[in-house]
């Protein structure tokens, strides 16, 4: 069980609030929602009054758990204290930054639950809890036990379901021999990893038309430069008819970058109006997702990127330039 310096401070803040306002950043996950959910039931729990808030909306990937439309984009008035979960990044509060929200939660105490290996940068912060751990879900739950938390099923559920989001099912680097004991005991407490399962993959269930038509964007699926590129083309009728159903890039870009041989995948898609946007996705030996997508003015991350070109060009350019930049930046890569 870990024992964090940081927690006596937590408990103190907490003890004299009523109201506390649990925040997520703006790119909520499984392990920011699961960790969220399971410190409500634990405020519940000790007789407060938590309140969940997001700057953006939940994606609907993750309303298998319950309570996710329990989190509101609406800044509550009200409050004792603030817990941010799973970010340390003020960049990534960006939302309740452009509200405003700042000078009110600099206000109040702010407590800040987190893994990620970086350094603070949320000026109003009151305590950090930045542990190395591979889910803040696994921070939550050693808090738990070390301040005597409540932690009823549905609480340790959630606390599960962040630790199996974050750790891709306890298989990533960060998976520690102590996030496997959580686990193991929340099974003992009753939690039923199954049932969590089946409840995520219930909801990735797709309609028959859209089996097909991830058949038809598969079999479309062009291959370049030895296969190195990967690229489909999606054009606005698909967008229309499609879209509301499921992004079509997505249905298809991970098989595409899964291709033997191949170093990014890209998915263009064609606007009625001639904006074209394109998602990229490398895999570990051809980190250069994010310098492909500034070429075009887009950005990102080294293996995930995107970018979107508002002004009218025809498509066929910008697919062969992004191709051969993507092999001019694949060579200088490989090469040094
Ligand atoms: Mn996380």
């Not at 909520?28 to 808030?53: F, N, R, T, V, W």
């Not at 509060?93 to 990620?116: F, M, Q, R, Y």
């Not at 895999?283 to 080294?302: K, S, V, W, Y």
Request: proline share 4%; aromatic share 6%.
């Amino acid at each position: 069980m870990a024992n964090y310096p940081e927690a006596e401070q937590i408990q103190t803040i907490l003890q004299g609030a009523q109201r506390v306002l649990i925040i997520q950043a703006d790119n909520p996950d499984g392990d920011s929602l699961g960790s969220a959910l399971a410190l409500e039931h634990i405020m519940g729990d000790m007789g407060k009054e938590p309140i969940l808030y997001c700057g953006v909306a939940i994606p609907s990937y993750l309303s298998y758990l319950p309570g996710w439309d329990r989190v509101t984009n609406e800044f509550p008035r009200q409050f004792d204290v603030s817990i941010i979960v799973d970010t340390s990044a003020d960049s990534l509060l960006e939302n309740l930054n452009e509200a405003g929200h700042k000078s009110t939660l600099s206000g109040k105490p702010c407590i800040v639950i987190d893994h990620h290996a970086v350094e603070l940068s949320i000026p109003y912060a009151t305590v950090s809890c930045n542990q190395e751990a591979v889910a803040t879900g696994e921070v939550i739950y050693e808090l738990a036990r070390q301040l005597d938390w409540p932690l009823n099923l549905d609480a340790e559920k959630m606390i599960a379901t962040a630790i199996m989001a974050d750790s891709l099912g306890l298989t990533t680097e960060a998976t520690s021999a102590r996030s496997i004991h959580i686990i193991g005991e929340l099974v003992e407490q009753g939690v039923r990893i199954a049932e969590l399962e089946h409840a995520r993959r219930m909801l990735m269930r797709k309609s028959p038309e859209l089996v097909h038509y991830k058949g038809e964007l598969l079999q479309r699926v062009e291959y370049a430069a030895d296969n190195r590129i990967a690229i489909i083309s999606i054009p606005w009728r698909e967008i229309e008819l499609y879209s509301p159903q499921y992004n079509p890039s997505m249905l298809v870009i991970e098989d595409m970058r899964m291709t033997i041989g191949t170093q990014v995948a890209i998915a263009f898609k064609v606007y009625k109006d001639g904006k074209i946007t394109a998602k990229i996705r490398c895999n570990q030996d051809a980190p250069i997702a994010a310098r492909l997508a500034e070429h075009f003015g887009g950005g990102g991350h080294a293996y995930a990127s995107g970018f979107k070109i508002q002004q009218a060009r025809p498509f066929n350019e910008v697919k062969s330039e992004c191709t051969s930049y993507a092999l001019q930046l694949l060579n200088e890569t490989s090469t040094k």
